[in-house]
Nanobody, 120 residues
Framework: VQLQASGGGLVQAGGSLRLSCRAS????????MGWFRQAPGKQRELVAK???????IYADSVKDRFTISRDNDKNMVNLQMNSLKPEDTAVYYC???????????????WGQGTLVTVSS
């Protein structure tokens, strides 16, 4: 299973960024997809998740600012981040929870991470 994330970068506070993650090797339509982040010196935390049924779950800190979406035709999950704050600075990781192709049991998979830096 491969999760290829892109879209990180440097942005000023109040700006926007869009992260994308393309998944391969996984049964995408039955998998939950999500974004986690890890800031320096902190634990990795959930940012947003979207289930196979398109239910969206957000951390309180990003509600009303971030939007997660998925495209099952392209095996992609996106995170639109608006009104960014310096405290959003972190490495963002794409996550998939589901069965790989040819399997029925679910596992956790992680992408390589993409850095988001928000300057004040």
């Amino acid at each position: 299973v491969q999760l290829q994330a892109s879209g990180g970068g440097l942005v000023q506070a109040g700006g926007s960024l869009r992260l994308s993650c393309r998944a391969s090797g996984i049964r995408f339509t039955v998998s939950a997809m999500g974004w986690f982040r890890q800031a320096p010196g902190k634990q990795r935390e959930l940012v947003a998740k979207i289930t196979s049924g398109f239910r969206e779950i957000y951390a309180d800190s990003v509600k009303d600012r971030f939007t997660i979406s998925r495209d099952n035709d392209k095996n992609m999950v996106n995170l639109q981040m608006n009104s960014l704050k310096p405290e959003d600075t972190a490495v963002y990781y794409c996550n998939a929870y589901g069965p790989r192709l040819g399997r029925s049991y679910e596992s956790d998979y992680w992408g390589q991470g993409t850095l988001v830096t928000v300057s004040s």
